[in-house]
């Protein structure tokens, strides 16, 4: 069993992944990593192909849903369908930090249509 203590650190909309999990660390299936969003960050809108699983680690992140807000606390489980339009911003005074889950192949498209294969994916 492979100890992933050194992710790999990428930067995108304002917020940091920290990706530990994906083909370049020995998964043929799954993807694991931290989003950590500053204080008082939106997110960006975007579109996923495959199904997300966010469990909230720190903070209180405001997380909209195919047009639906829900404000998640610590603990909380949000689970993100393949196809569905989610947006992930911090409006609190803390940084907020989310563990997502999906499979390996994940894309997004942004709300300007722009199709990216996140780098913390591969």
Request: charged letters at 20%.
């Given at each position: ?12 909309h304002g917020a940091t992944f ?90 997004a498209t942004t709300a300007q ?6 780098p913390w994916t591969l």
């Open positions: 069993m492979p100890l992933i203590d050194s992710p790999r650190h990428h930067d995108l920290s990706s530990y999990v994906c083909p370049s660390t020995g998964s043929r299936e799954l993807c694991a990593w931290r989003t950590t969003l500053g204080p008082a960050q939106p997110g960006a809108d975007h579109r996923v192909d495959h199904e997300e699983v966010f469990l909230v680690l720190a903070g209180s992140p405001r997380i909209t849903l195919d047009g639906l807000v829900t404000h998640a606390h610590v603990g909380d489980v949000v689970f993100v369908p393949a196809g569905s339009s989610v947006r992930l911003d911090n409006p609190g005074a803390d940084e907020c930090q989310v563990w997502v889950s999906a499979p390996v192949g994940l894309t249509g722009q199709r990216i294969t996140p």
